[in-house]
């Protein structure tokens, strides 16, 4: 529960980023959430507040893609691309 709480906010759209070039488009996070969100996804260590206090964060996976998932979206996307959908 507490872990749903912190992280329901970075579904909103004002902690995405969007580009877009004549080659394609990126959605991302802001480089402040990305920081954050990256050292929860892999637990890494970090400070905890302005004072400089750090600790070790647990690994809390907000988005995992087995290898499985990605071979079968990579699957998809080319046969979108080359119109066998």
Request: net charge positive; no cysteine; glycine share 8%.
């Amino acid at each position: 529960r507490i872990r749903r709480q912190m992280f329901a906010k970075l579904r909103t759209a004002r902690f995405f980023k969007a580009r877009g070039t004549a080659e394609g488009a990126v959605i991302g996070f802001t480089a402040a959430v990305s920081r954050i969100a990256s050292v929860h996804q892999f637990g890494l260590r970090d400070r905890v507040n302005k004072a400089g206090l750090e600790t070790d964060y647990p690994a809390r996976e907000l988005l995992g893609l087995t290898a499985e998932d990605e071979a079968l979206i990579r699957d998809l996307a080319a046969a979108h691309l080359a119109g066998r959908e």
